[in-house]
């Protein structure tokens, strides 16, 4: 009777004790395969156009300038998939105890991510296209110029393009900065949830 009396008092204490946090789900591989791809290739893109500014030759700049050309491209259609995939996957809820604005914080981060590397890349082409530059994506192909020489529009779109380089650094900084307080502060295992491989 008494063993009885201490197990619906252990289970009354533990169904009324605090969750200080809530396990976070994992995102499937193909979204963890395309975070870290897009990473990847915006690292390479600002690594490449730094470097573009302190080549030797022109032609080393050329094929530096195009490789970016490139990676931009490639960075646009990885969105468009990454959107298209997300649209029809599970995602993982945040921990329900995360406070709301610290929620509505994360989720417009992430949205402008998404807008940000959509239109950066755009206001590259956009720029190349009305310079009369031609894009040849990985000196395979030569995409086509869908427009005109325009000099204001080509001035405009690069003054773009560098603000809005400069936005997603900070952008993909507090980004960062976020998911590793949840990993080292709140310890509630959201950045583990896109790490690949992870375990909980």
Do not use: C
């Not at 994992?26 to 500014?53: F, N």
């Not at 646009?76 to 649209?87: C, D, E, G, K, N």
């Not at 929620?103 to 959509?118: C, E, F, K, S, V």
């Amino acid at each position: 009777m008494a063993r009885g009396v201490n197990t619906i008092a252990a289970s009354r204490g533990s169904a009324t004790a605090p969750q200080t946090t809530a396990k976070f789900e994992r995102y499937d591989g193909v979204m963890k395969a395309m975070h870290w791809a897009t990473l990847l290739l915006v690292a390479a893109a600002y690594a490449v156009i730094w470097s573009s500014s302190v080549a030797v030759t022109k032609e080393q700049n050329a094929v530096l300038v195009q490789v970016h050309r490139s990676l931009g491209v490639a960075i646009f259609v990885l969105t468009i998939l990454r959107l298209a995939w997300r649209s029809r996957a599970e995602l993982p809820n945040l921990p329900a105890d995360l406070p709301a604005i610290q929620i509505m914080a994360a989720r417009a981060t992430q949205y402008l991510l998404y807008a940000l590397l959509l239109v950066q890349p755009i206001l590259g082409m956009l720029h190349s296209i009305a310079l009369g530059a031609r894009i040849d994506l990985f000196f395979v192909t030569e995409l086509p110029a869908m427009m005109g020489r325009d000099q204001v529009l080509s001035k405009t779109a690069i003054s773009a393009h560098e603000l809005v380089a400069n936005l997603m650094l900070f952008i993909v900084a507090v980004h960062a900065a976020a998911a590793l307080f949840h990993h080292l502060v709140r310890r509630d295992g959201v950045m583990n949830a896109m790490l690949p491989g992870a375990r909980f």
